[in-house]
């Protein structure tokens, strides 16, 4: 099934799908060249070399780009998901630049070339260029990280003298998950010294949420004990981190006995986590000087929260797990018919908890739906197929799509559309599919 709308295009010259391409991408690369070139080492003559090369072919791959050139093969790097990609590009984009292709197939196909012409190296295979960025902003979050771990312990340890509602927490922690995928930090709640949190913010942050499904979610949720709970995660760092917070007490609770971690098997969207994200966050968490600012209690906390996650992992209670599809060109419309066994595998979840905004577009297929049409109906057959998952999206909004919202709430928001990009409003949307 294909929807019954167009899909953004960065051929449309007001929207931030053309900005994007124009600037943003390029920006993006240079990013990545810029990060090679610094680990550039004369000691190292053959890896200098490659490294010389790789810089010179993403530069090219911005000139393609700038000239508007039309999308050419991507060079075979012994991957398996190369079939599929040139499948893809012949059957539908043969013709087609990067400006008329539509926006989620062109940038989709942006980060399968930049892994391409890293994969196809000796000495910088197993690169990520965007690692540095990844790095440099997981620091700057130290404070909201420490906080989060006392609040965690808090609200799981049996000592504790703050009770507080399952439903209450499960909002919380759902909400701390959204903004961990805002590009700004600011919008996360707070917590008071008192560990309580910080109601002004709270409910200031609230009000950015256009739709909050997250009551139907818990309902949905807690009629079950010992139920499976998938993340189909988005960023690493702090969003992961965010996302670990609420697994864990998800776990915790008794209402959920697997946790299925679903990561990008390539970097990806520069910072979608990957299993060396994943690996690296607990890593640095325990780590003693990563956080050069932390005190020993911090420290001792961090390394607590650690040691029970690593322990989850050992006891299968968290599943980390990666699939093509998730890296591929393909919108979820078409996720039970091109990655079959993992729609066969989800469908044992008791919800599928897709995160962050390039997740949203693929849910929705990209298109340019009107902001009212209700959410099931933008993610067809992932709300009305026979198996149709039970799923939840938490996105704060990247790009110029928002679907669900309720008449009159687009015009309240002003003609000027940056709010759907800004990332400063977010959408919780549920659905409980057909199980
Ligand atoms: O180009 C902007 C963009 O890359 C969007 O295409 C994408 O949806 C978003 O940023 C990435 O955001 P997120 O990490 O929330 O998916
Ligand atoms: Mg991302």
Redesign the pocket.
Known sequence: ANPPRPALRAADKET?AHF?ARH?WRDIIKKAIDNICDLLNSSEIDKNEEGKKIMASMEELINQIQRNDQLIQIEDDGRSDIVIWTNVLNTYFKDENWFTATWLFA?SYLYRRIISIITNTKHWKNYDPYFRQKEEAFKFSFTEIFEFSKRIDELISSSSKIKIDDNIIFYELAQISLWG?ATDLSMLPNFGNDGNIETKRFEESKKNILVNDLEKAWKWLSKFSNARVDFVL??AGFELYSDLIFSDWLIQSGYVSEVYLHVKSFPW?V??TTLDDFDWLLKTLKSNDFFSSASEIEKSSLKKLVDRWESYITNSKWIITSDFFWTSPYSFWHLEEKAPELYIDLCKSHLVIFK????Y?KLVYDCKWETTTPFKEAIGPLANSKNALPLLSL??G??DLFVGLDEGVEERLGPDKSWMYSGKYAVIQFSEGNK
């Not at 962050?356 to 997740?359: A, E, T």
């Open positions: 931030f994007t943003r940038e995928n988005d960023n969207f910072s979608d962050g905004d390039l997740n577009r996105r704060t990247k790009s």
